[in-house]
């Protein structure tokens, strides 16, 4: 069957026709595309003919020139003492940067800039000449050829190479200084610390402008460091092309509560001592034991701030250059080590006023409670002896327990608390746990739990041995014994400020619980100020002065080794405490160490100095003036103030030609009148002779060398708990996770 449609008609598509307004549409369009194009083309030629030259130099620039992208560096935020002193800051600096493919795009452009690096910047010729011409460095635009050279110098190069017609050079010469090309300066910062190795434990460094491990540099980096910025696009001289700029964020600056006179005056004493007898160390600490503010610290080995990595001040040059890399970091770390934040170790009877304190608290003794030393208590075949052994303090107050330092008496008072109510009361002041302080690795310590402390344990821990603390949580727990039993949690930094110097943040004192009551407070006060008046304390005595004290004598582990940790720990006024200081000196350089005079003679110069200075009434003084106070006779010779002076034979200060200095080294008459350089008195505005303000004195003559031994000597006494070092954190953020008065059972 044929199934084809040849018979049928195809039909047609319907045809779409353009109509008459469809190509009146088309028309139009093409019209204004075509006048589009006539007024581009006017324009194009307009701006060739106003403006050719310059773009096409712009073109022609940037063909030549490749996108190049610079940082911005990002200024440190300083760290200032609580007067506003700068104790860190950063200071611009420039690296100078060759660049040897410019230099090298003309011959009569490489000795001219050859001769300027020289001249301005003293760079060897033959180096900077090996950069030009070594096939691997001649076409590099980048190769730094100095570090951080001062704007003086930026500014004495950039005046060499454009010298004006005034600068009396020949035509030669002018014209040979237009030919140094290819010279840039690159910004950058560089750490600076105006007061060297003071406070260098406390303020800490950076080896780069963002890196910091140690001190306050350390733990308020993130604080401290800004954000770099940015400038990008095509560099030519020659070109108009404007960079990109994203501008650099400058890092917060931090003030403290750092006194730097304070230190200073701390410092004199601690460099007096290790002069006159030396210890392998010696730290201290000067607290506010109202707010918890650190007013001085000094934690062991200094060292320059500005060249941290010198290790001179502790090692001969024989021994560094002994060390391999190894022993040579290990030194390092152990310079910068802050012992009174760090180091954990056996405090000795410095804890007794925080034990009885605590017994108190709890009812376990009343005030009216008295103790029978014998000598000795006997803890089956273990024999733990107080100090005075064989001889015995007898019937003894509470006062007295403190005034002599019995450790019978303490050991009696610990057994009347029990092993579970002495710990949560050691927990309850922050021993075995970090106080928060704002310093990383804070050390923690190790004390006994209740499956670990036995009886002998409890007895030698109620006198600060057989378990570990720091010297923060020493100072901060008697901190809160003196203040009334207000627990504050330690703190370098008051506020922060922005780049321009407005307050960002203000820290205010963290009252972090109640330990005591305030009149029990009071009463370990006068107990404390009886250890001075009469007791083992009486050797850091301040003329015109009340205070109270405390000392403690430790002997180290393994006992009977003869090594000793000696400390004192005290206060003034005693009703109104403003200061709280504590000093440790680890094993004097002296055969008997077992002496807590030592640290006393420390403390006392401090006092006698720091008390005037920070304004604090001598609430002893009749008058009202300041009186003498006999310091330690083996200060003399060997105190010297922080400008290099001297303290000659009458105890004044002296400079290098002996004369007359104050205390910030300006020179005075005998009177304590200013002199000028020449001699002649300074004038104040009304024509009258000035007076210092900083006069100091520093009399000696002391020959009392007494013993005071509150240690226990017995090879039996168990050794402190075991330490770990995972205690050791970098950061201590966190807020002081010690119990709270309700676990401790203080309502």
């Not at 083309?41 to 701006?47: S, V």
């Not at 003309?106 to 301005?120: F, G, S």
């Not at 273990?382 to 007295?400: F, M, N, R, S, Y």
């Not at 400390?567 to 004097?588: H, K, L, M, Q």
């Amino acid at each position: 069957m044929n199934n084809s449609n040849t018979g049928k008609k195809r039909r047609r598509k319907p045809q779409r026709k353009i109509n008459y307004n469809m190509k009146k549409k088309l028309v139009m369009l093409f019209g204004m595309v075509l006048l589009a194009l006539v007024v581009l083309t006017l324009r194009i030629t307009y701006i060739n003919a106003t403006s050719g030259t310059k773009y096409k130099k712009q073109v022609l620039s940037q063909a030549q020139q490749k996108y190049t992208s610079q940082v911005l560096p990002a200024k440190r935020g300083d760290i200032y003492d609580r007067n506003g002193n700068i104790l860190a800051t950063s200071n611009k600096v420039y690296n100078v940067i060759l660049d040897c493919k410019t230099t090298n795009s003309d011959t009569d452009y490489v000795e001219p800039t050859i001769k300027a690096l020289n001249e301005v910047f003293g760079l060897d010729e033959e180096e900077i000449r090996s950069l030009l011409s070594d096939t691997r460095t001649n076409e590099s635009q980048y190769q730094v050829v100095m570090k951080q050279a001062t704007m003086d110098k930026k500014k004495e190069f950039e005046d060499y190479q454009s010298a004006g017609v005034d600068s009396g050079l020949t035509k030669a010469q002018a014209a040979e200084r237009a030919n140094v090309k290819g010279v840039w300066f690159e910004e950058d910062y560089l750490r600076s610390y105006p007061f060297n190795e003071t406070a260098c434990d406390t303020i800490g460094f950076t080896l780069e402008r963002d890196v910091a491990d140690v001190g306050l540099e350390g733990y308020y980096n993130s604080t401290l460091t800004g954000v770099d910025g940015r400038q990008y696009g095509y560099i030519n001289n020659d070109s108009d092309v404007e960079q990109t700029i994203i501008a650099a964020t400058n890092g917060k600056s931090i003030q403290t509560s750092i006194d730097i006179g304070a230190q200073q005056i701390v410092e004199k004493y601690v460099n007096g001592f290790k002069e006159a007898m030396g210890a392998q160390n010696i730290g201290v600490i000067v607290e506010n034991p109202s707010t918890g503010e650190i007013i001085a610290m000094d934690g062991g080995d200094r060292y320059d701030l500005n060249n941290p990595r010198d290790l001179s001040n502790v090692y001969s040059e024989e021994e560094i250059k002994a060390m391999n890399d190894v022993e040579t970091v290990k030194a390092l770390n152990g310079m910068w080590s802050n012992f009174t934040v760090t180091d954990a170790y056996e405090p000795g009877s410095v804890v007794k006023p925080i034990v009885m304190a605590a017994a108190l608290e709890k009812g376990a003794i009343q005030e009216s409670d008295t103790f029978v030393c014998d000598g000795a208590q006997v803890f089956g075949d273990t024999t733990i002896k107080c100090a005075v052994w064989p001889d015995a303090h007898g019937t003894q107050t509470l006062g007295e327990v403190i005034a002599n330092s019995c450790n019978d008496a303490m050991m009696q008072i610990g057994a009347k608390m029990g092993a579970i109510q002495f710990i949560k009361s050691q927990s309850l002041f922050n021993f075995g746990t970090r106080t928060g302080i704002d310093l990383p690795n804070e050390g923690a310590g190790i004390i006994h739990t209740k499956d670990t402390m036995g009886e002998t344990e409890l007895a030698c821990s109620a006198f600060g041995q057989g378990f570990t603390c720091t010297m923060i949580q020493e100072i901060n727990a008697m901190s809160s014994v003196i203040n009334g039993g207000y627990y504050y949690q330690p703190h370098l930094v008051t506020k922060i400020l922005d780049s321009s110097g407005s307050t960002v943040k203000t820290v205010t004192p963290t009252l972090l619980k109640q330990t005591i009551s305030s009149a029990i407070s009071a009463d370990i006060r006068s107990y404390m100020a009886l250890s001075v008046q009469q007791g083992t304390s009486r050797h850091s005595k301040v003329q015109g002065y009340s205070s109270g004290g405390k000392t403690g004598t430790a002997e180290k582990y393994p006992r009977g080794n003869g090594k000793y940790l000696v400390s004192f720990i005290g206060f003034a006024p005693v009703d109104d405490p403003a200061v709280v200081i504590y000093v440790v000196v680890d094993e004097p350089n002296v055969d008997d160490q077992a002496n807590s005079t030592y640290p006393q003679y420390i403390a006392q110069g401090i006092l006698s100095e720091l008390l005037p200075y920070l304004n604090v009434k001598p609430d002893e003084s009749e008058d009202g003036t300041v009186p003498e106070t006999e310091l330690w006779e083996g200060f003399k010779g060997h105190l010297k103030t922080t400008s290099g002076g001297e303290v000659d034979g009458d105890g004044n200060l002296v400079d290098a030609e002996g004369n007359l200095i104050d205390w910030e080294g300006n020179r005075i008459d005998e009177n304590g009148y200013l002199l000028d350089e020449n001699g002649n008195h300074v004038l104040d505005e009304n024509g009258n002779y000035k007076m210092s303000t900083n006069l100091v004195s520093a009399s000696s003559g002391s020959t009392e060398t007494e013993s005071s031994r509150d240690a226990v000597s017995n090879p039996d006494a168990p050794a402190p708990p075991e330490d770990d070092n995972s205690e050791t954190t970098q950061d201590n953020n966190a807020e002081t996770d010690g119990i709270t008065n309700e676990e401790a059972g203080l309502e």
